[in-house]
């Protein structure tokens, strides 16, 4: 069960080695280097659902699960199911230097995961709002009682 998306999209345009290195740090600080997703439910599993509509001579970037050594290449429609604490990382989907720049070229990668405040019974559930608009939640305690 995902209990959480993230959507990343982008255009893909030409990017220098030493661009490339930094790119996606910078734009998605934490998520854009090696990481473990520290929230999500200790038993829960991720999946990566990566789309694109890309030229065949552009770069369609890579998953890498880093532990395992082991990567994806992420092109057309990839879907990758992992384990929340797999060390991993994703490449930059990117026009080769002197290949021709499409307008067109795009990059989409849905990130589902499990949520551990809500799978752990960390959370409460709005069940109803009583008057004076009281919110009435399900307690941890109160889901799964048999």
Known sequence: MFGTLHLA???????????????????LGFFGGVHINQNNSVGGTMCMVAFSDLPNYYNPGRFH??????????????????????????????CPRGG?????????????????????GGSLYAFTVLPHNYL???????????
Do not use: D
């Open 65 to 94: 699960l880093l532990e395992l050594r082991f990567y994806v290449v992420t092109h057309t429609f990839v879907c990758v199911n992992f384990h929340r604490l797999q060390c991993h990382k994703g490449t930059l989907t990117m």
């Open 9 to 27: 999209a982008s255009c893909c345009t030409v990017v220098t080695k030493i661009s490339a290195s930094t790119a996606l740090e910078g734009n």
């Open 136 to 146: 009435m939640a399900i307690q941890p305690e109160m889901i799964n009682v048999l």
């Open 100 to 120: 021709k720049e499409v307008k067109w070229a795009t990059m989409g990668t849905f990130i589902c995961y499990p949520n551990g405040k809500m799978l752990n």
